[in-house]
C-alpha cells in the first residue's frame, strides 16, 4: 500500500462481464425516462401513433452500425471508443477532432440530464411536503456522482444494475397490464403500418428515437476494463441494442394502445405535460401505488443516466490525456481504485459551472439546461457514429484482417450515410427542435463543429512536437 498516492496509467482489468457493461450502457439510455419523458414528446411533435415503428425502423438501422462497429472493436480495444476508431481509420488528425467532440457531447448529455434530474426530484420530494429548488437536488446529485466516479468501476455497475433493473421491472408490469387488459379498446398493429409512421412529422419522431438509444455505444469505451473484450464487448453492444430497441418498440407500442390510436394525440395534447401520460396510464392499469414507485424510479433512472454519462466522458478525458491530446496529468488513473480520477474531477467541476451558470440567469431546467444541452449532445454524437462507420470501412480496407465485407463495407456504409443525413438535419432545425431562438439556434449546434477544429489543432500540435506520439494515436499503448 505504499504506492497508493502514485498514479497509474491503466484501468481496472477485467473487473466488467457482459452483464455490468449492458447495465452500464443501458443505463445510459434510461429505459423509464425513455419511456416517460421521451415517447410522450414523440407522439405529440413527432408521428403520433407510428412512433412504435419508428422505433423499429432505428433498431435495425442501429443493427446495422453495430455490424462494423463491432467488428473494429475486435482489432481496436481502447477506452477511447470514437476517438480510437476514428484516428486508426482516418487518421491521427481527424482522431483528435473526434475525441474533443465526444469529450462535448457527452459532457452536454451528462449536464443537461442534471436539469431534468432536478426539476423531477424537486416535485417528487414536493409531494412529501420537502420543497427545495431544482438546483438543490442537483448539487446533490453531483456530488453522489463525484464519489461514484472518482471510484473502481465496478461500484458505478452494482448500483446501475439495481436501478436499470427496477426501471424494466416497473416499466414490464405496466406492459403486461395493458396486454392482458386488451388495451382501451383492443389490440392491433396500426401503428406498425407505413401510413402511421408517416403521419404527423415523422422526421422529429425519427430523431426522438435515435436520442432514446444515445448511450448503447459506450460498450466499447469499458473495453480495458472487460473481461474477455473480443467477446465482451460485441455481445454487450448487440444485447445493449436489442434490449433498449424491442424495448421501447414494444412499450411505445403498448403506451398506445393502452389510450387507443384514435384518443393518443387529443389526449396528449390536452396535458399540461406529455410526461404525465406515462402515469395517467400507470394510474388506469397498475394503481396509484405502483404509480408512486415509478415516479421515484423516474427520478433515479436519470440518476443512473447521469452516472452513467459521467464514467463515459471521465474515460474519454482519459484516453486524450494519455495519448498526448490533453495534459498527461489528465491520463492517469488512481492508484487504489484504477479509476480515471481526474477525468472524473474535471467533468464534476464542469457540471458545477454550467448548472451554477443557468442558476444565476435564471433558465429553465428542462426547457433549456436540459432540452438544449441533450440536444446538442445527440447532435454531436451522431456525428461521431457516422464518422466511426466511415473509419471502419477505411480501417478494413487496408487490411481486411479476416472480416467479411458484409461487416466491413455494405453495413457501415448504410449506417454512415444514414446517420450523417441525421446529423445535417439535426444541425440544421437545431433551434426548431430545441425551442433555442436567435443566435443561439446556430450557435449551439456549432460548437460541435468548434470541438472538432480544436481536437484537429490538438492533434496537429502532438504531431509537430512528438510525431511518434501522433502516430499512436488510437492504439491504446500505455
Aim: glycine share 12%.
Amino acid at each position: 500500500m505504499s504506492d497508493m498516492g502514485a498514479p497509474s496509467k491503466a484501468l481496472r482489468q477485467n473487473a466488467l462481464g457482459v452483464g455490468a457493461i449492458t447495465f452500464m450502457v443501458v443505463s445510459a439510455a434510461a429505459p423509464l425516462t425513455g419511456a416517460g419523458g421521451g415517447i410522450p414528446p414523440s407522439m405529440l411533435f413527432g408521428n403520433g401513433a407510428g412512433i412504435a415503428g419508428s422505433f423499429a425502423i432505428v433498431t435495425l438501422i442501429l443493427l446495422a452500425f453495430s455490424v462494423g462497429y463491432v467488428a473494429m472493436a475486435r482489432h481496436v480495444k481502447n477506452a477511447g471508443a470514437f476517438y480510437a476508431f476514428t484516428a486508426q481509420g482516418l487518421g491521427g488528425h481527424l482522431g483528435g477532432g473526434a475525441a474533443m467532440i465526444a469529450i462535448l457531447s457527452y459532457n452536454a448529455m451528462q449536464i443537461g440530464l442534471m436539469g431534468l434530474l432536478g426539476a423531477v426530484a424537486s416535485g417528487t420530494f414536493a409531494q412529501w411536503g420537502l420543497e427545495l429548488p431544482w438546483y438543490v437536488w442537483t448539487y446533490i446529485a453531483i456530488a453522489l456522482v463525484a464519489v461514484f466516479g472518482y471510484r473502481q468501476v465496478d461500484l458505478s455497475a452494482k448500483v446501475l444494475v439495481v436501478l436499470v433493473a427496477l426501471e424494466f421491472l416497473i416499466v414490464i408490469a405496466l406492459n403486461l397490464s395493458i396486454l392482458v387488459k386488451g388495451g382501451a379498446s383492443g389490440l392491433n398493429l396500426q401503428p406498425f403500418s407505413w401510413g402511421q409512421i408517416m403521419s404527423g412529422t415523422p422526421s422529429i419522431g425519427f430523431l426522438f428515437c435515435f436520442a432514446g438509444f444515445i448511450g448503447f455505444e459506450a460498450t466499447t469505451i469499458y473495453s480495458e476494463e472487460a473481461r474477455n473484450p473480443s467477446v465482451t464487448v460485441p455481445k454487450a453492444t448487440y444485447i445493449s441494442v436489442l434490449a433498449i430497441g424491442i424495448f421501447y418498440t414494444i412499450t411505445s407500442w403498448l403506451m398506445t394502445m393502452g389510450i387507443g390510436v384514435e384518443n393518443l394525440l387529443p389526449t396528449l395534447q390536452g396535458l399540461p405535460d406529455p410526461s404525465a401520460f406515462l402515469f395517467i396510464l400507470g394510474e388506469t392499469y397498475i394503481g396509484a401505488t405502483l404509480t408512486q414507485i415509478m415516479g421515484i424510479l423516474f427520478m433515479t433512472s436519470i440518476f443512473a443516466a447521469v452516472l452513467a454519462f459521467h464514467n463515459a466522458v471521465a474515460r474519454y478525458k482519459f484516453v486524450a490525456g494519455r495519448e498526448g491530446l490533453l495534459p498527461d496529468r489528465v491520463g492517469t488513473t488512481h492508484a487504489q481504485h484504477l479509476s480515471p480520477h481526474v477525468g472524473s474531477v474535471i467533468q464534476t467541476v464542469l457540471a458545477l459551472l454550467v448548472v451554477t451558470l443557468f442558476v444565476a440567469k435564471g433558465l429553465d431546467p428542462v426547457l433549456n439546461l436540459f432540452v438544449w444541452l441533450s440536444q446538442l449532445g445527440t447532435l454531436g454524437l451522431l456525428g461521431l457514429m457516422a464518422l466511426a462507420s466511415f473509419a471502419v470501412i477505411a480501417f478494413f480496407l487496408k487490411d481486411a484482417q479476416g472480416e467479411n465485407a458484409m461487416s466491413t463495407k455494405l453495413f457501415p456504409a448504410v449506417s454512415g450515410l444514414i446517420l450523417g443525413y441525421l446529423f445535417v438535419l439535426i444541425f440544421r432545425d437545431f433551434g426548431a427542435l430545441t425551442g433555442a431562438e436567435g443566435n443561439l439556434s446556430w450557435m449551439l449546434p456549432s460548437l460541435v463543429i468548434v470541438a472538432g477544429v480544436v481536437g484537429i489543432a490538438l492533434a496537429a500540435m502532438l504531431k509537430s512536437r512528438d510525431p511518434g506520439r501522433f502516430a499512436e494515436l488510437g492504439k491504446g499503448k500505455l
